[in-house]
């Protein structure tokens, strides 16, 4: 006979099972309370179930509520659905947990699960003690402690208001095709319908979404799919105003229709679309052209490298960088047949002309002062990744350039990389360094109360929630429509997992003016800090106010393209724009600093309509829509830096050979 090991080691198991499923979103499978239990009875083997007193060893209420109460739970971690008898035990509990989990594992899931109570069952109870003249004895019992995410004084609506959430995410998937939803994306980015950019990132999570569960085979993966993203948004798209759009252009609407329908519903009655929508015919008008010129391979752009460029057409070029540049032996030769010219800078203010003519020629090396304010200065070269005789631009060289149209910082960066509004009136940030599940919460002037339990539109990104951990999370609150009053910041740590790299900044961003506020240490696991309050004036004007002690308002540097501001940088070349490169004069020029070890991270746009030959300005709202198709991608070799166009008028630090100046353009 087989030797039995204590029930205890059972239920501690299946005890500490739930506890690791807890950080998860908590569902239940398809399979009825009674079927659980009865399932459980029969399961053990023959002889293990022994007659105690009147019932079976394990037929109690307590171990019947919970059965019947959470005998069906199940989680989705890593894309995979496991049970609370997932456990590994000795017999004859093996057999039983194996029964189990073959009967919940096997069934769909239903809904997520709730319930009024924080626990159900209890570890122990003690009978006996003299009462009959019984012995005192302890009994061991299944339990457990429901996660606060899954409490609800009105759980049934709560069941059944995922039921129908999960209905709506799949007729949204089966509603809209992944061919209207890049054509509204193509839309959105170049300009042509209003609000567009709003909808943005919901466009691009339903094409993300749809793209991913297109590699499913079987309908049950999808399933899983579906409940374990149940509240990513993409459920409610198809009642979204977007979402009807896609909808239409799905079943088959004129793509004029279509969007007059969608703008209807957003725009103001006055309202006249700028742009006009691009069409088949013109796409096709503007490709023959392009052909005719002999264009077609100048479409495709990349990032420029340093080996594309002349020494003939720069102004300035390290002496570790000359070697790589085209037409270096050349200039190498000619070089030595000059004569050196005498130093004739001096530390302080020069214009840029003087800066060219008079302190270039003698330099040996320039380091450029990030200062934070020069973020939309930086810029990148691109070029064709093939070259051709024909040109497509209005200079008679295959270069261009873009400056950053991206995010302004590094935490910027990554909200917009988990889709969060980045071009909002109002933006409030959160991030931090580790596993904790950190909330950021805003008490409205309204009373209204932004949190991932309500919302409002405006939360839209929850990061390290339920199951999912990053070490690079971002929460964000993004607000269009503000109204005159106080808005308070509060974070919130609703999970504790670690201790270390603990702390965390908030970031407001208000009308181009950034607010950085750092705490070296995270709340309590529970426990709330109250940050900031934003008084917004009747004037539309803000004011800023730190509440709790241990918090800094620093203006700490920011990291952009893989360089630090507030420091020096190393000028590996200085030139002109490409369109002043040689005899070229068209349009503003702009000087450009290349900057060692600065790398543009984002897809480059390489054409601008501004840019084109007069030929093909007649297609430029196709153009528009190519821009955005035929973006660079990262590239280890790319020039990229600041640029400052002669239009502007600003002041740059710079050092040459060490000595520190400044140069003042306009």
């Known amino acids: 006979m087989k030797t039995k090991v204590p029930f205890t080691d059972f239920s501690k198991a299946v005890y500490e099972k739930f506890e690791s499923m807890k950080s998860s979103t908590l569902f239940v499978a398809d399979v009825g309370k009674d079927d659980v239990w009865r399932t459980y009875l029969e399961s053990f083997p023959d002889g293990s179930n022994e007659i105690f007193r009147e019932r079976t060893e394990h037929d109690c209420n307590c171990c019947s509520q919970f059965i019947k109460r959470v005998g069906n739970v199940v989680a989705i971690i890593d894309g995979k659905v496991t049970s609370i008898w997932d456990v590994d ?18 069934r769909k899931i239903r809904s997520k699960f709730y319930y009024n109570q924080y626990k159900i069952s209890q570890e122990e109870t003690i009978s006996g003690g003299g009462y009959d003249g019984l012995d ?21 609506s709560k069941i059944a ?22 054509v509204i994306s193509g839309l959105i980015e170049s300009g042509s319908i209003y609000r567009g950019n709003e909808f943005l990132s919901a466009v691009k999570m339903m094409i993300g979404t749809k793209s991913f569960i297109s590699d499913m085979d079987k309908q049950s993966d999808i399933d899983v799919f579906i409940w374990q993203h149940l509240d990513c948004g993409a459920a409610r798209f198809k009642s979204s105003v977007i979402g009807t759009l896609a909808v239409d252009l799905t079943d088959g609407v004129d793509l004029e229709t279509a969007v007059a329908k969608y703008e209807s519903k ?48 720069i102004i300035f070029v390290d002496n570790s960088v000359r070697p790589l540049m085209r037409d270096a032996l050349s200039d190498s030769l000619m070089s030595e047949a000059k004569s050196k010219a005498k130093p004739t800078h001096n530390a302080g203010i020069v214009s840029i002309d003087e800066f060219i003519s008079n302190v270039v020629p003698s330099a040996s090396s320039i380091d450029i002062f990030f200062d934070s304010e020069m973020v939309k200065n930086l810029v990148s070269l691109t070029s064709p990744k093939i070259e051709g005789s024909n040109k497509l631009f209005k200079w008679d060289n295959d270069f261009s350039w873009s400056y950053n149209g991206g995010a302004a910082d590094s935490i910027k960066q990554k909200v917009k990389n988990a889709g969060g509004d980045i071009d909002c009136q109002l933006r409030v940030s ?53 109204s005159e009053g106080v808005y308070k910041v509060i974070v919130n740590n609703y999970t504790k997992r670690e201790s270390i790299d603990a702390g965390f900044c908030i970031e407001i961003e208000f009308d181009g003016q950034l607010t950085r506020i750092y705490s070296d240490n995270s709340p309590l696991g529970g426990q709330s800090i109250d940050v900031a309050s934003i008084t917004v004036s009747s004037s539309g004007s803000i004011e800023i106010d730190i509440l709790s002690d241990g918090l800094t308002n620093s203006s700490a540097p920011v990291i952009e393209w893989g360089i630090a501001s507030s420091s020096y940088h190393k000028v590996k070349t200085m030139m002109l724009s490409p369109n002043h490169w040689g005899f070229n004069s068209s349009g503003n020029k702009h000087f450009m600093f290349v900057v060692d070890g600065c790398e543009n991270p984002e897809p480059v746009r390489g054409i601008y309509n501004e840019f084109l030959r007069d030929e093909l300005i007649q297609h430029k709202k196709v153009f528009e829509i190519l821009a955005q198709k035929t973006k660079c991608g990262f590239s280890e070799n790319q020039l990229s830096g600041f640029g400052f166009s002669e239009t502007i008028k600003k002041t740059i630090d710079v050092k040459v050979d060490g000595k520190p100046m400044t140069i003042k353009f306009n």
């Open 266 to 313: 957003v725009a103001p009655e006055n309202y006249k679309r700028p742009k006009s929508l691009i069409t088949e015919s013109m796409i096709k008008s503007a490709l023959n052209t392009v052909d005719e010129l002999g264009l077609r391979g100048q479409i495709d752009r990349r990032h420029a490298s340093i080996d594309d460029v002349s020494v003939n057409d």
């Open 89 to 106: 035990v000795g017999w004859p509990y093996s057999v039983v947990a194996d029964e189990m989990k073959s009967l919940v594992l096997g």
């Open 430 to 482: 959160l991030s931090w360094s580790n596993y904790d599940d950190l909330d950021i919460h805003m008490l409205e002037p309204s009373g209204n109360h932004i949190s991932y339990s309500n919302m409002s539109g405006k939360l839209d990104v929850d990061m390290n929630a339920g199951g999912r951990k990053s070490r690079d999370p971002v929460e964000n609150i993004a607000i269009n429509d503000m």
């Open 136 to 156: 005192t004895e302890v009994f061991n019992h299944f339990h457990c402690e429901i996660p606060r995410s899954a409490f609800s004084d009105g759980y049934v």
């Open 161 to 182: 208001d995922s039921k129908q959430l999960f209905q709506s995410f799949i007729n949204t998937l089966k509603a809209v095709n992944v061919d209207s939803l890049m």
